[in-house]
Nanobody, 124 residues
Framework: QVQLVESGGGLVQAGGSLRLSCAAS????????MGWFRQAPGKEREFVTG????????YYADSVKGRFTISRDNAKNTVYLQMNSLKPEDTAVYYC?????????????????WGQGTQVTVSS
């Protein structure tokens, strides 16, 4: 059974940092693109960042560029999201998603698996 399990969310003050992790089990995703999406209350799920299979290509939503960093450790079948300079508008449930082989873009339809999400709350 394929599972993606996110962890590392929590409550943080504006300007603070959090590091999210996404551990995959049930199969390897070493050759799949991975991504992070988020969904705030009353809003649609939106793309945050993605990384290709090797980690050599990363891409970000404009709203998080320069503050968030995605990385992966294929030996551990784990993806990370380092979030710095957090803002109240970053408050959302963050979902890790596994995409297609080698590369997936910014559209959720390109991702086939996702986790249960982890809550990130940024207070002002």
């Amino acid at each position: 059974q394929v599972q993606l399990v996110e962890s590392g969310g929590g409550l943080v003050q504006a300007g603070g940092s959090l590091r999210l992790s996404c551990a995959a089990s049930g199969r390897t995703f070493n050759y799949n693109a991975m991504g992070w999406f988020r969904q705030a209350p009353g809003k649609e799920r939106e793309f945050v960042t993605g990384i290709n299979w090797s980690g050599g290509t990363t891409y970000y939503a404009d709203s998080v560029k320069g503050r968030f960093t995605i990385s992966r450790d294929n030996a551990k079948n784990t993806v990370y999201l380092q979030m710095n300079s957090l803002k109240p508008e970053d408050t959302a449930v963050y979902y890790c998603e596994a995409g297609r082989e080698y590369y997936s873009g910014r559209y959720e339809g390109e991702y086939d698996y996702w986790g249960q999400g982890t809550q990130v709350t940024v207070s002002s």
